[in-house]
């Protein structure tokens, strides 16, 4: 049974593995304040070129995302998202949970338009009845989104002149952020995307590690972040485990090489997948990708491969998903595209 | 430089990161359907005597409280615990940041009294406006408590009955559990544990993993609790990290035997301190240790052990915690009595 | 200058004064226990011929919104609601910051279609992930919407037919319910409406009263709902202040006549406006009269007149509210006519 | 029967009822932007003396202590409160449900003492561990206390010197503050209190008014006030309710005039009830009065009078609580003390 599922299907690259039994027995202290992850956060912020940021480990995607949009919220402030933004829709309410509503903007193959986000704002506060509202305090987005797609150097810049002209810090969910750096012809590098944004995360569970998510605020956290870390359930008593993963993923670019790996292994794919004359759902440049087949392929497939039923296209065809990852093996590549 | 700072010095069991390697690159589904945490329930359930109930892996202490705690509470109900209760003091709020009170009761040595429960919850009934108070919807205590202490079973169904009467589920914080169950003389076992609450959970991250709680729901979950799992982003992509660390604990009785090891050690020193003269601020069974030196003794230890300056006891007096756990070794109790 | 701005422009129906000073020094104990309210409830549940049901005096409009919904969900639960709800854009986040998100379908005139209601709970739980977003637990409408359209008996059914099979209540929002009740050709009658729901409200505040809505469970209240009141900050030391005023309002069907009296007004309007050639935004049998202007007109209006500006049509045009009340003079209809 | 139960018996003062019925006609725009609401707002400004404070006016007191602590407290935070504090044991965890802990200090007659609030931000900060505690963010203080015992001025100036160094604000809970201020021998006065504190609150539901508190910010309110005080509830549609009546209580200083009112009564009381050899719990300045009963007298009382059980003193004796105020009538007085 081939598997293209997802991106977390297998455990961790052997070198962390490694580094977790050469570590195991020094005896370190708690909370993050342990040598792998002060070392893994210097090393973090070189790669960023962000020497004054600051940089916390947590744990995992949903964690990561309620736990800096609660920080930087007001009370009576919400977080502008697209309506397919990860936190609008797949988090069971987590933002809500904290007392904050998500605002939702259109999406276009995932991503907000700043065109659009700027008509929004002065829409609201056009409105005489805004302060009846729920005030926006922060936009969210993802690169690369939910639908396997990037914005561009452009787009980002015009979207942050947006935020800092309302005063709104801008966060981007980065739980693929390996997969979009590596992804042919993006402009955006991560020192380019840490002068972009306020706050932004590099996600490990997806890229490489077991779990992790490295939470860079590219100026300074918002005041007590370590409190908010611990309220959220997010403070992990032996930190080492995070700080180990991270330190070793920005040791010799660890972290870009295995993403590239992925993003090589979705061009394979997608070049086989299209020369056999099946279309593209989205053409997107990032390891997800996603292709239109009948409902007969769709049925046969089922039988020999894990993967992601995406949408409904039509009475006779759907849309899915084939996710590559760090760990994908080109001969399974292979395999797939004999099976189409 | 020794270190008894605490029981989370270290990694993980070396069994456990052998079991990391040998799965590392099975492709498994996330989210707690992977084999490893299958297995790990069921093994868990097995130990317990607990056929019916069920388990849910989740990943740090403070987080496991507010989420099983969230999950039993209606809105206009609280908690009960200890002044000295984990949730009361140590988790910066994470039960308020869910909208529920704190009620607490008097500690003995950091256990509440079956008796002044129920004077509390007569009183509360029996005072004409307790409708404008904080209904009390459950109860929470710790074994070991935060000081080290163990309730007796006779306690335990003693507190379990008014919980029954009053129809509050009874929730057992186990960090710790593990040292509580192999500590001499006690008469609390793992199934006789799960025959006296509703919830409990068996702490991995001072017990042997890098990681881990294991939450054993006696009966039934809550509703939804895999949703109320997710938002409060205690949900693992790699369900996997906790259950191999789980299912390797819970297999030919590590978890026992590790425990096993930590009461072992903590009594060697015990009755090493105690021969030398000191005084103990505490007789704990567990493996957290208590004592009273003096100023100068504090001051001198400091250069040489790593420990935790518990409270002042007189002006010349301090009580310290040395904590032994699954890694401590032999000769650093000896190397640490010979510095007293 | 006339105002047709809201149907909250004046104090209290006069004869709601009157009772207050004929029972002003009258001692009555606090928090709803006074005779007033306990007149209130009885008079009011006979007027919706629901014996067994239970009654709440609350004082606003988006206090009892937040105060019954955080009383029906669990932690892990929304509530449906049009996108144009009031919940859903007009209340400053309340139901967010209880914890619940607002999960919306479109809009129709204001209203949802029970046809759409079904299609997104068969799509919801035919989604594979569906336990990993917030779950569906209560409906929200409003009668009238907040387009001053109604619902049909017809339509209620099928609405509450579905929250029936699917066990989420039915919560009807009557901010302006006798505006509804008294509307031409309606087939909802105030013991229909509490045959079709599981609670609604019957609007005080633009209906006669200076402030108070009375919230209605047809069945039953949820279990310690005076302390979710409390707690919400719903519930008023001197409960007689909405006690007096709902016991006059269903005294010799007081509510039902001064209703009857806004709708007779709005349709002298209507009738007035289209008769001198204006187009209608929506043809309301209610009291909000919506009518399209030209941008000069607008303009001028404004010096004389105040009324809210709904929406822009074209360039040229735009959409104008005009509200009828208890208290709407038949003069000032004429004034207005001729200013149009 | 005499009833002397609670300071909210009976409604409002005639002079506001006057003013009802006067002003009802007059179209007034909602929200709080009526002219009386203007004037009130006005009025109290300069009262206190506080030409650059805003006012907010909310509906009642466990609302706006809610509303108030949430707006200032970010979310890491918790507000400081004696055990005794309302918000601490008598509002069904309001506080809780917006996220905040509240933080006890023991009580002292229902006071906090400056003393020993410096002691616990000195050994709150001490502790090595603090940010994995609430970070207290706010100190919240009773005047008069539910105790009916007053701060001097001296003791406040304490209290707030205090939280000036912390950079904690100062929430006055003055929900009988009247009754405070017109007590004899205070030193605190109008001006006085709001030079010392940076919030507080005077009391109109418990001191003449139907409802409503008068929220006084000596400085600036919180960003968005007014948009918190809609999600919570506490934002009136005719906001002419409030305004009217405390437009009304400070004309003509009707607020203070009242208060001494309740006062002179008190003290008559008092004067009355220990002449006859009862003892006083608590030697009250305010219109609370606590005296020590043997149980067959109050078994024998309670036939012919309202009032409140406080506590029990011994197995023969128990504490009760009288309250007048702006309503008590001196015959009402002279029947209860002929009973005892």
Chains 1, 2, 3, 4 share one sequence.
Request: aromatic share 10%.
């Amino acid at each position: 049974m081939l598997n293209f599922g997802c991106d977390y299907l297998e455990g961790a690259h052997e070198k962390i593995l490694a580094r977790f039994i050469e570590t195991n027995m020094v005896k370190e202290p708690g909370y993050g304040f342990d040598q792998y992850t002060i070392s893994a956060k210097k090393k973090i912020l070189e790669a960023c070129e962000c020497p004054d940021g600051e940089v916390y480990l947590l744990v995992g995607g949903t964690q990561t995302n309620s736990t800096v949009i609660d920080a930087y919220l007001n009370n009576y402030q919400g977080v502008i998202a697209a309506t397919t933004g990860h936190i609008a829709c797949h988090e069971s309410g987590a933002i809500e949970a904290s007392g904050h509503k998500v605002l939702t903007l259109p999406q276009h193959l995932g991503k907000i338009d700043a065109a659009e986000l700027k008509e929004y704002l002065v829409n609201f506060y056009g409105d005489e009845t805004y302060e009846h509202q729920v005030i926006p305090g922060m936009v969210y987005i993802s690169h690369p989104t939910e639908y396997g797609t990037l914005y561009t150097k452009a787009e980002l810049e015009a979207i942050y002149d947006i935020c800092k002209e309302y005063e709104m810090p801008l966060f981007v969910d980065g739980a693929r952020l390996g997969y979009g750096l590596a992804a042919e012809g993006t402009d955006v590098t991560l020192p380019g995307l840490a002068k972009l944004c306020d706050v932004f995360y590099i996600g490990g569970t997806k890229v490489g590690a077991l779990c992790g998510e490295a939470v860079v605020f590219t100026k300074k956290a918002p005041k007590f972040f370590f409190t908010t870390v611990k309220q959220h359930g997010a403070l992990l008593a032996k930190g080492r485990l995070v700080g180990v993963q991270f330190e070793t993923l920005f040791t010799d670019d660890l972290y870009m090489e295995i993403s590239r790996h992925a993003i090589k292994m979705a061009n394979i794919l997608k070049a086989g997948v299209v020369a056999k004359g099946y279309k593209q759902l989205i053409d997107s440049p990032t390891n997800q990708q996603f292709f239109i087949v009948s409902n007969e392929k769709l049925a046969e497939l089922k039988k020999h491969v894990s993967f992601s039923t995406w949408e409904k296209v039509d009475e006779d065809h759907t849309a899915i998903r084939f996710a590559t990852s760090w760990a994908t093996k080109e001969e399974d590549i292979q395999a797939l595209l004999e099976l189409l």
